[in-house]
């Protein structure tokens, strides 16, 4: 490599300095500012700096949920419409999803005719069954994660589920 | 044909099975694990089943999840790619029972051909040379020995279950056999669970040479030439094309016209490929075979015009092929570059990321099959193949000229990411792949050479 | 060889250009305007340079900045691609004059069959079949009158310097053409400068078919079959294929051989295309020729396996053709489609703009010519065309399922960006089309089905 | 590599300052504008802000400067290392940039062995010739666009030239 790279450290320990000094100036100036995204690059150094979106007045935040599916596919999946259990597992009033464990079907009783193993406003423990998943003619338990009182149930009766699919949410009790 | 396959698989395979699938007017299930809920296969299928999370063994390989995954979408048949559960007979024999064809051979011709042992006894019997050697699995140290002091030195012990280059011994000398012999049994037990090994005379120079056949269940089949994998490093392949310059036209309708007659002899149907190593002087010699699309396919396809995945496809779906052995005739020559995501300066390290840049090369007979697009994030959990880049022209050396090319212009840039494109551009230049004299040896000599010059540099 | 080949064009063909002399080991000169100092060609040459601003007057068809840019980096040829200075005998003769090699034809012969009237002359005494109709161009009305009545109507009327649609009236019966003839004139006149007009058999429901022809310096030439160009929109083509289906072995072979000797005769060098009418009933007319390269060319490649990029460099730097007539045997089908950055439903406006992303279509037998990138902006300067999709199948209903699939894949997306994307798709979906029934009146009578359906979908 | 690496570190440091000013203007010059994103790249300089679209009224059209060579190349070009025109011409002292006005070769005179047409420290007039581009044998002269004191010549006699490419700076004389 050329001369430049062999120049003496005091310069180079200079030139660091006043760049790490530049980098925090920006940063201060551009709390409040509408600015996003701010690159700057000159002789060799470069400063770029990336805000919260959330951070930036009257910006709406482009909300990224944990398992995306951001409308790119060319064609529709299933996915896309059975991925709502991520979401609501999101909810902030304590609500908690129980999820598929596995592939499969989804029954919300041991047989045809009996009772279901809940109802919504039954209160339950921790493990208790809230339903199967059939696959591969084995009928595969789902336990309840947590205790607490079944307030919704998504899930329909012999629906066919996929990994995580969301089957019913549980709220904990207060007076528990 | 069937109206909807599920694809039991991920990465670019997946993508190469879908898009044969559209162009044949299927339509296609992906499955994907939770690292893999933003993939291109996902993306382009018509639908997309969850079946796990990352961990391979809880989705990709969990029998259960895929087979309910066809059951609720309705699909007919799967399409299990390479490695998975490609080569599981278990898997194949589930399909059956759950009413889904699997798209390979059936789980017992899976099983006789799986098993090395029982594929080269088949083999041999069906006319196909084999290294002077034994078939059957060698029970004791003495046995060993004697065998061994017939065939000449140097030999090779191999474990029966083995693959991948795990579980084998070259034997330079009567003297050294016994104890080998017993290291490699017991290396066999600990890795495959199955302590049998076989020993044949080991070649030091082979060139690994590759018969691609298809079959259909009609009783007919066709080989689609060879392919030549001699670039390997730790038997993983890197450069394969096809034809093999090695080959006189006469040895090639040879051993494809035993390939076929070996694999129908079994009742083989579907894509296959038989695995031999061709010697110095032009001998070949059966391997073993595998019952499965392979990586390098596309080199095949380059230089014959068939597309095998829609030939699979057909088969299994009970058509008869497309084309008979007239109708494939060869043209030019194809070279199939991997790229992955290693670094080639840290031993090839997994060096994956998200991928902030992702520019594929383009224009005359140049091809790609790649899941990847900038923003895709090349998680750790899978193989580090990225791309395939297959380039086709009349001859071996514009061949070379036009992968130069196309790998020049390829872009992969992401924090951590790094690539064999630079490897693979040094290996093009270098005179001795140039010329073709390239055998199972070469990239270890090669990169020899390369620390070996760069110690001489930094001196 | 050349050692050194300077682009004179932008846009995807100049990364055309450049891909082929970097496959042939020639190092390449980029030259761009203001607007395309980011542009691929830019990045992938081994040099650029900077030749004026966006206006492609004062930049593209600057001719002394190219030929600066050319002596600067000591060229020694220049490639014109198609487009801007390509058929400029002008600019051919100053590259002459600065010891640069044009590639393409002398200026001599370039001005001869650039001129309509002077190749059909030519071209017809070499034995290609013209329309009934003259030649030269028609003095007075009388004239025209007569020669109207002769030929039997309809007629129409061209201008001598005319092209691109324009300049040019059908007439159908005698009593109109007095007055269109007049009007005609004064039309070239206002946009050729030129009122030469002649006469010729108008064919209501023609097929345009293309022979492509390559010729080297020593005399010989080939012919590399056909192109159908039919589905076009005003004149500008949409989708080409290769082969026609409409020409029979004989027929290709007769007019290839003729298009051929009809170049040689003239003493062309170089890639040309002869455009043909093809009538209802297997008749083939000659109207032009194209003494370049040409935007549809990569359709030919595929299925000849001819580099034609390559071939001009060969030929230009003097040495003979790599292929003999022999060699060029057709296999499969392929298709192109043009993808402009034009929205279909605002009447094809171009919609220009930065790229947001820019996913191209992969794997098997799927080819992008294209300079565009995640990033790169289209600028509103210069055509619209963005990407050739090209695919290739053995057959043409696999092409155009194949060519479905590939263009379900890509993705391209930016504020303001349109593309014809979706227009393929439904043109691609349309029954006649499919049955290969398409002639150059196809695409107003789909616009027009199209637009008739929306307004009963309306009401 | 170039000359340019081996300029002292006082000018680099310059650069960098006029650079991050330079930057600075420009945020704040954004606020209230229409602009959503913007991207200067001169030479081995670049400034790239990009700012929350909410904040940017109405339909504001992105802004693309005409120039940017922001060394993504895979291959290197003359053009990169000559861009220098550019940069100095946004130098806040009001030093300008003459550049080629076509592609060709540059003189400094008009014929070899007669005098430059103007040395450094020579006060011109805006029209005055300072030099000849010799394209396809003619001659083209160069004139300075502005009236000034020629306080840097940069490019070379008998040097190829690109389009715009850098061939001297002028600056306005202060008591004119």
Partial sequence: MSDADKKSGNADAELIASVWAEARSLMARLEG????????????????????PAAVPAAAPPVDLPISRRGSGVMPTIGAGSLGGARDAAAPTGRQAITAPLVGTFYRSSSPGSDAFVEVGDVIEAGQAVGIVEAMKLMNEVQATTSGKIVKIVAENGQAVEYEQLLMHIEPVDDE | MFDKVLIANRGEIALRVARACRELGIKTVAVYSTAD????????????VHIGPANAARSYLHIPNLIGAALNTGAQAIHPGYGFLSEDPYFAEICADSDLTFIGPTPEVMEKVGDKATARDLMSRAGLPLLPGTIEPVGTSDEAQAI??????????????GGGGRGMSVVWSHAALAGLYTQTRATAQAIFKNSGVYIERYLPAPRHTEVQIVCDGHGSGVYLGERDCSVQRRHQKLIEEAPSIHLTEDARRDIGEKAVAGALSVGYTGAGTMEFLLDA?????????????QVEHPVSEMVTSVDLIQE?????????????????????????????AEDPERNFAPAAGRLDTYVAPGGPWTRVDSHCYAGWTIAPY??????????????RLAAIERMERALS???IEGRG??????????????????SGDVTTGFIEEFMAEEAAAAVADAS
Wanted: proline share 2%; hydrophobic share 45%.
């Fill in chain 1, 33 to 52: 500012s509408s600015v996003q995204r701010l690159a700057v690059a000159a002789g060799g150094t470069s400063i770029e700096i990336e805000r919260d």
């Fill in chain 2, 37 to 48: 809920a933003e993939s291109a296969v996902v993306r382009f299928a018509d639908e997309a």
């Fill in chain 2, 148 to 161: 061994a002091d017939e065939i000449g030195y140097p030999v090779i012990i191999k474990a029966v279950a």
């Fill in chain 2, 281 to 293: 002087d032009g001998s070949l010699y059966f391997m073993e075979m595998n019952a499965r699309i």
């Fill in chain 2, 312 to 340: 699979q496809l057909r088969v299994a779906s009970g058509e008869k092929l497309s084309v008979t052995q007239d109708d494939v005739t060869l043209r030019g020559h194809a070279i199939e570059c991997r790229v992955n």
């Fill in chain 2, 382 to 395: 899978y193989d580090s193949l990225i791309a395939k880049l297959i380039v086709w022209a009349p001859d």
């Fill in chain 2, 409 to 411: 212009e390829f872009q």
């Fill in chain 2, 417 to 434: 990411v790094k690539t064999t494109i630079p490897f693979h551009l040094r290996v093009l230049a270098h005179e001795r792949f140039r």
